[in-house]
């Protein structure tokens, strides 16, 4: 099988842009959840998806939002970058929703100048 | 915010020695797991803990978990090489399932 995907793997952006990036789990599963990784802040809980809805929400602005398509693959947007937004990324899928054994794609590393 | 704190921070030991790290947490948990992150890439799953076990065993890997002291511990024997990397303990908050990162134990194992 497959692992998760992520797309791209590196993405440089300026402050003010908006970036959308993407995920694709493992096949069979339909839990798609996102993280944010800096250093400072550490690994940080983004938002959950399951069946194409969003189940949980982490402590971030509306200028992160995301969305799952029926297929699973699911789609991180951030809007108006700011500097502190440069971070690793980090998508996991997971067979049921929950927190239960995630598996993580490899990141996508953002950085915004 | 995070819930768990991993302790040591950073951790160096020589190749064929033990390396433990703790993390404590803070609310009730339904099950407690630990990943490995190499440098910069995508987390691997290492074990899950459900909170009415309090010891499990996978290869050189062995967990415990003390509910009473809302803490866990992660022994990896005999280390190698290969085994440096970040260490995170994840919990699910109290009545959510979010999974909560812990601050993470960077290990590093000397040839």
């Known amino acids: 099988k497959a692992g998760v995907t992520q797309t791209p793997r590196y993405l440089i952006k300026t402050r003010g842009q908006q970036v959308t990036l993407s995920c694709s789990p493992i096949?069979?599963?339909?839990?798609v959840s996102w993280y944010q990784q800096t250093p400072g802040q550490g690994l940080q809980f983004l938002f959950e998806y399951f069946s194409e809805t969003q189940r949980n929400k982490g402590n971030f602005p509306g200028r992160f939002s995301g969305r799952q398509f029926s297929n699973s693959r699911s789609e991180m947007n951030v809007s108006t970058l700011e500097l502190g937004d440069s971070a690793l990324y980090l998508c996991?899928?997971?067979?049921?929703?929950?927190?239960?054994?995630?598996?993580f794609g490899p990141g996508t590393r953002l950085t915004v100048l | 915010s995070q819930q768990g704190e991993e302790d040591p921070q950073a951790l160096s030991i020589q190749e064929g020695e033990n390396a433990t790290m703790n993390c404590s947490y803070k609310t009730s948990i339904n099950n407690l797991q630990w990943y490995r992150q190499n440098s910069g890439r995508g987390l691997v799953h290492l074990i899950l803990?459900?909170?009415?076990?309090r010891e499990k065993h996978s290869g050189r890997l062995r967990v415990t978990l003390d509910t009473s002291k809302k803490s866990s511990s992660l022994l990896i024997t005999a280390s190698r090489a290969a085994d440096t990397a970040s260490y995170f303990c994840a919990t699910e908050r109290d009545n959510t399932d979010k999974l909560i990162f812990g601050t993470g134990t960077r290990l590093q194992v000397f040839p």
């Open positions: 803990i459900r909170s009415n076990e």
């Open positions: 096949s069979g599963h339909r839990s």
């Open positions: 996991a899928s997971s067979l049921i929703a929950g927190g239960n054994e995630q598996f």
